[in-house]
Every structure is written in C-alpha cells, then in structure tokens.
C-alpha cells in the first residue's frame, strides 16, 4: 500500500481512493484484466462509476504504472509491471485470460538468435483458446 502511495507521488500523481484501488486489484490479479473485468472487481466506493475507472486506467497507463495491451479481441488489457515475463491464454468467446506459469520459449529464443545475428530482447506470444466455463456452454 506505501508502495503505491510512493509511486503515484513519484510520478505527481495525487493519492486517490480510487487511483489505489486500481493499483491494488491489478497487482493481486494473476493475470491482465479489461477494464469491464476490473470494474466488476473494483470497490465501487473507491470507483463509483465506469467513467472514472476509465480515467483512472488512462492516467496509470500514461505514467507507465500500468502496462496496457490490446489483444486480439480488441480489448486492452492493463496489468502492473511486477507480472514479470509471462504468457496467457485468452478466451476468444468471453475475454477471459489465464497465465502460463512457464515459458518454453528459450531455446526458440537461442535458435532465432543463431539464425538471423540478432540479439533477442524479447519476445510476444498470444494463444487464443475456448475457456473451460465457455466450452461446457457449448455442450
Ligand atoms: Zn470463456
Ligand atoms: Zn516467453
């Protein structure tokens, strides 16, 4: 929680119920969320209105506290930084993401490398999938 007052004041923002909360729900969330998935989340007294959680989303992703990334459902998704290096697997039918803990991709990464003479910095991958709520629906 100090952590977070530190870092808004660090970048001028003034503290705020609301600013915190997002900051809160967003480092206990495993994964990246939308902002119609944080908003169900949120604390409605410190987010009273979509609007609001939108202009919260927009000035922490400004000031880089937040990380935002359009997937291929066309939504963004905002996360903290302190996720690390991660992938996710996200739901083409409802929007949902899970993480995968392990990333296999190192030796890719080495091979590329080898191939082409670059230095890898790093690297993106998005897999799409049918979550398991969306395919029990379909049965
Ligand atoms: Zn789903
Ligand atoms: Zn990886």
Known sequence: MEDYKKMLKDKNL????????VLELLNASKVPMNAE???EDIDKEAVPSFTSLY????????EDLLKKN?????LLYYETA???H????ICSKCGKISSIEKCPLHEFD?????ETG???EYHSVELVGICPECQKKDE
């Open 55 to 62: 202009r919260i989303l927009k000035q922490l992703a400004d």
């Open 86 to 89: 991660r992938h996710f697997i």
């Open 110 to 114: 080495e091979a590329a490398a080898k």
């Open 118 to 120: 670059y230095v890898v």
């Open 37 to 39: 998935q944080i908003y």
């Open 14 to 21: 003034k503290v705020t119920k609301g600013r915190l909360a």
């Open 82 to 84: 302190k996720l690390g």
């Open 70 to 74: 359009l997937y291929s459902n066309g």
